[in-house]
């Protein structure tokens, strides 16, 4: 049981770069959120889902998409990186009758 | 607005020196508050849930507590172990999707 993934760990960009972000669970759970962590700020909500084939925004979606058309799987893209987009980004996930989110290990990005 | 304040941003304590750490939050029809722990380059993992004013739960030397304006995490005799970030965070009758809203964390450091 690996719980909540995320791939690549780290990863630089030139402006204008496009890429996607997969997150992927196996604890069979409905909710997955997308976070962005910037230094001097809490972690933000960048996108959410509720379950399979859907998806909404959360506080942050400018910049980026979002599908699910996996249970298990939740992938960020960003179709053209900014400088501003350079965050450490983290995937969480949950079970509907819990309130605990589990989160993952965090994806590096650089914006050059 | 920050709806989610903690104090304070850094602590630095001695070995089996016991402090506190606040985070003071404004929202209306709160669900739950919640605290994490964060270590470098890691995920946040998950501590405690409270729900109700006068609510407290303990683990370990920790112990968090509630009121309704402000929730507190106790540390009792601290180890060089208990070293990390500790993140507050609510969620209220507007969270999207049951979303987390964070504070900024207070970074503690214990000293041998």
């Known amino acids: 049981n690996a719980g909540v993934t995320q791939t690549p760990k780290f990863r630089v960009l030139k402006t204008g770069q496009s890429m996607t972000l997969l997150c992927a669970q196996d604890m069979n759970h409905e909710y997955m959120y997308w976070y962005r962590q910037d230094p001097g700020m809490g972690l933000r909500l960048i996108h959410y889902?509720?379950?399979?084939?859907?998806?909404a925004k959360g506080e942050v979606p400018d910049g980026y998409n979002v599908s699910r058309l996996k249970k298990q799987n939740f992938l960020l893209g960003l179709e053209s990186a900014a400088p501003s987009q350079t965050s450490v980004y983290f995937c969480?996930?949950?079970?509907?009758?819990?309130?605990?989110?589990?989160f993952g290990p965090g994806t590096r990005l650089t914006v050059l | 607005e920050d709806q989610v304040t903690q104090s304070p941003e850094a602590l630095r304590l001695q070995e089996g020196e016991s402090s506190s750490l606040n985070c003071s939050y404004t929202?209306?029809?709160?669900?739950?508050l919640f605290w994490y722990r964060q270590d470098p380059g890691k995920g946040p993992e998950f501590l405690f849930t409270?729900?109700?004013a006068g609510e407290e739960k303990e683990k370990e030397r920790l112990k968090a507590t509630l009121t309704k304006k402000e929730s507190f995490l106790h540390i009792t005799a601290p180890k060089p172990e208990d070293s990390a970030t500790y993140l507050c965070a609510v969620q209220d009758g507007r969270s999207s999707g049951y979303a987390l809203n964070f504070g900024k964390g207070t970074s503690l450091l214990v000293t041998p």
């Open positions: 409270l729900y109700s």
């Open positions: 929202v209306s029809g709160l669900r739950g």
């Open positions: 889902s509720v379950g399979e084939g859907t998806t």
């Open positions: 969480a996930s949950r079970v509907v009758r819990s309130v605990e989110q589990f």
